[in-house]
Nanobody
């Protein structure tokens, strides 16, 4: 299983970004996939996830601002982020669960300036 995340960058507060993740070795209709983030000096935290059945949820801290989605035909997963704030600055990782094991991508850095 491999996951490749992209789309990070530098954005001003209030701006938007879309992260993309291209997983291989996972089945979209079966495996749960998710976005996590890790800010400097903090633990990695769940941002949003989407199940094989398409049910999506997200952390309270990003609810109403971030949206997780997927394109099964294109085999891509996305995290649309709006109204970004400095506290959203972190390395964002896409992940996928298969067989009870969590696989991680390499991470993409999102920096939000005030």
């Amino acid at each position: 299983v491999q996951l490749q995340a992209s789309g990070g960058g530098l954005v001003q507060a209030g701006g938007s970004l879309r992260l993309s993740c291209r997983p291989s070795g996972l089945v979209f209709s079966v495996n749960t996939m998710a976005w996590y983030r890790q800010a400097p000096g903090k633990e990695r935290e769940l941002v949003a996830r989407i199940t094989g059945g398409g049910e999506a949820d997200c952390a309270d801290s990003v609810k109403g601002r971030f949206t997780i989605s997927r394109d099964i035909r294109a085999k891509m997963m996305y995290l649309q982020m709006a109204d970004l704030q400095p506290e959203d600055t972190a390395v964002y990782y896409c992940s996928g669960n298969r067989g009870g094991y969590t696989y991680w991508g390499q991470g993409t850095l999102v920096t939000v300036s005030s």
